[in-house]
């Protein structure tokens, strides 16, 4: 006789436990205690098993004949109920443990010893403000791309555009690790190309046409600090990257050979850099040497000399100069990679020469493990024509505009 509801709530517990059966091998289990469990019989290879389908009330009677068809189901399928039920509360676990937070947290670390500190520091705080909110606590195997595009608009809608872009980037690289580490078999970033809007492409280099030239003359004429003039002068004609420049220690300075070796943990992608150094250039470290010889940092900080000067003091001084949103830190590599590749047929420059002194990371895999010396004798007299012609620019005897790119 089948069961009802009615007759399951009223249940009363006895002294032992007792079975009402409802057929097709589901019955409910009443406790002495009076807790009411829904079971399946059955047998699977000739040995007879049962299976927990849950507690009543919290599972119905209904609820509980649905659970014994999917279970016939499997049975009539050559599977195990209880095998199938081990299995699936296994990946549930897993799932739990490889939220999107923890792989990403995971990827990050791994990615560690390939990062500098800041730039480790700047991808772990983008996920965690942007994509970690949203994200972060679901499994990253069940992260749907509506999911992903959902939270990139939400950056999109505040006008952020360069951070929607750059997020889904971080995000589609954790999903890559995921796969590679077997944790998810797709990555949803991938359906979702041509998505976002595009931002306008703004130039670093900023300035307006014919600018740069005059802007090498406000930084020879700064009338603030000497030291901060000294920067702005050395990331013109070095044109290495602001935190490079920034935290530059004596002990990476060679006069005598002119050349400036920033250490691999200093470097963006941790590679050794070398940047031979012009005529001009060394001028440059003698004087901040009267400054700051005995120091550490050849830039030391103001308030703390056992620290390097902030990271800001270049944007800081061209904002006082009045270049406010016309030009960064970054945009005298910006203006440098530009006018260089347009010299280098005149000045006899190799395009590979360009992109070594610039640092930038080499796509081919079996070009990424250059020597970090070299093209240097090429780039020993790149240097140095780059440094008079920055001369020439001064002074109004080659002034060649840089364009803005469209």
């Known amino acids: 006789m089948k069961l009802n ?13 007792r079975k009402l059966t409802d057929g097709g091998g589901l019955f409910v289990l009443i406790h002495p205690n009076g807790g009411k469990y829904w079971q399946l019989a059955y047998r699977f290879a000739g040995k007879q098993k049962t299976l927990a389908l849950g507690i009543y009330p919290d599972v119905s009677l ?63 705080r ?13 499994p990253i195997a069940e992260i749907t791309p509506s999911e992903l595009l959902a939270t990139v608009r939400t950056i999109e809608k505040r006008g952020a555009l360069e951070i929607a872009s750059r997020v889904l ?77 920034i935290e530059a220690k004596w002990s990476e300075i060679d006069l005598k050979r002119a050349e400036w070796l920033i250490p691999a943990e200093r470097m963006k992608m941790r590679r050794p850099h070398l940047v031979p150094l012009s005529k001009q250039a060394i001028t440059i470290f003698k004087l901040a040497a009267k400054l700051t010889g005995e120091r550490e940092y050849v830039l030391p900080n103001r308030n703390d000399p056992t ?37 280098k047929s005149k000045w006899n420059i190799h395009r590979d020469a360009i992109e070594l002194q610039l640092a930038h990371v080499e796509k081919n895999a ?12 090429e780039r020993r007299t790149m240097m140095q024509q780059w440094a008079n012609h920055l001369d020439k620019l001064k002074i109004g005897a080659e002034v060649i505009p840089l364009q803005k790119k469209a």
């Open 5 to 17: 509801d009615i007759a399951v709530k009223k249940a009363k517990p006895e002294a032992k436990p």
């Open 62 to 124: 209904a609820l509980a004949r649905e659970r014994r068809e999917q279970a016939r189901k499997l049975l009539a399928n050559g599977n195990d109920p209880s095998a199938v039920k081990q299995t699936q509360k296994r990946q549930a676990k897993i799932a739990a443990a490889n939220t999107f937070e923890a792989v990403a947290r995971e990827w990050v670390d791994n990615r560690s010893n390939d990062w500098t500190d800041g730039h480790e520091a700047l991808t772990l």
């Open 126 to 138: 983008t996920l965690e403000q942007d994509a970690f909110p949203s994200l972060g606590r679901r």
């Open 169 to 245: 980037q971080r995000c589609s690289a954790v999903f890559r690790y995921a796969i590679a580490t077997d944790r998810c078999n797709s990555n949803p970033a991938t359906e979702l190309r041509g998505a976002l809007k595009k931002p306008k492409r703004a130039h670093y280099n900023t300035i307006e046409k014919g600018g740069f030239p005059q802007l090498l003359r406000d930084i020879d004429g700064y009338q603030g600090s000497p030291m901060t003039t000294y920067v702005l002068q050395l990331i013109a004609l070095t044109f290495t990257r602001t935190s490079e420049l």
């Open 307 to 343: 620290k390097p000067a902030s990271k800001a003091i270049i944007l800081r001084a061209l904002g006082r100069m009045g270049y406010t949103g016309k030009m960064t830190g970054h945009g005298f590599r910006s203006a440098a990679s530009t006018i260089l590749n347009e010299h």
């Open 366 to 377: 079996s070009r990424a493990a250059y020597n970090f010396a070299e093209y240097l004798d």
